[in-house]
């Protein structure tokens, strides 16, 4: 059995996103990684025991990155910023998934990044708890990388 330091496998995590390498920083959690493939149904005259299924297009989630507030919030707050004065079509970005020990486990290139929604923490004297901040993106295809 191999020792747990060399299992090909994620324990802990932390992703690190980029943009055009610019660095967004680490995140905690990432949702909605993923594809799916649209499927057109039709009809067939005269066949009424068969209904074709036809791959018609991919259909990329929004994805979905939160972390503790930090020095990297001022980032995602200039990259908001930065769609007032328009959207620049052809950013590509990068999720890579890393140990512990920054040891990279896979690596998400992702065609046409745009900034969704940004939300910060909900604000409460009443009850202390880690500040929080999620950021949303949309892409338009994955890339592919080599690694991962």
Request: hydrophobic share 40%.
């Amino acid at each position: 059995m191999q020792p747990l330091e060399d299992v090909n496998t994620a324990l802990s995590v932390a992703f690190v996103v980029k943009l055009d390498d610019q660095s967004l920083g680490a995140f905690t959690s990432c949702d909605g990684l993923g594809v799916e493939v649209v499927m057109e149904t039709r009809e067939e005259g005269g066949n009424n025991s068969f209904i074709w299924q036809i791959p018609t297009k991919l259909k990329y989630s929004t994805i979905k990155l939160s972390r503790p507030l930090g020095r990297d919030t001022e980032v995602i707050a200039k990259w908001f910023a930065g769609m007032a004065t328009g959207y620049k079509r052809g950013a590509t970005g990068s999720i890579e998934a890393m140990r512990a020990n920054g040891t990279v486990i896979a690596t998400w290139g992702l065609i046409d990044v745009v900034p969704v929604r940004w939300t910060g923490p909900s604000l409460s004297a009443d009850s202390p708890k880690i500040l929080t901040e999620t950021v949303e993106i949309a892409h338009h295809g994955f890339i592919v990388t080599g690694k991962g």
